[in-house]
Nanobody
């Protein structure tokens, strides 16, 4: 059973930073792609970033490119999302997701999801 557990969310002022973690268990993830999505109240869930577990290839939404960085630690089976230069519009619940195969940006193509962690950015 695949389990994804996010942590690291919180309240931060605009311009601040946070690091989100996604601890993955239950499988060998070498053939997986890992994604981060976010959902603000009243809005659809949107793609933020993704990484190929095997190659380390990354992909970002234009809205976060240059501010957020996704990475993984193979030994810890953990994926990270470093959030820098945060803006109030980054406020959302952030979700970690996993799928077998290559990176995609469509949420319905991910098979496994974590419970989410809240990020709130005050102005």
């Amino acid at each position: 059973q695949v389990q994804l557990v996010e942590s690291g969310g919180g309240l931060v002022q605009a311009g601040g930073s946070l690091r989100l973690s996604c601890a993955a268990s239950g499988r060998t993830f070498s053939s997986y792609a890992m994604g981060w999505f976010r959902q603000a109240p009243g809005k659809e869930r949107e793609f933020v970033a993704a990484i190929s577990w095997s190659t380390g290839t990354t992909y970002y939404a234009d809205s976060v490119k240059g501010r957020f960085t996704i990475s993984r630690d193979n030994a810890k089976n953990t994926v990270y999302l470093q959030l820098n230069s945060l803006k109030p519009e980054d406020t959302a619940a952030y979700y970690c997701a996993a799928r077998t195969g290559s990176i995609v940006t469509t949420n319905v193509l991910y098979d496994y999801w974590g419970q989410g962690t809240q990020v709130t950015v005050s102005s």
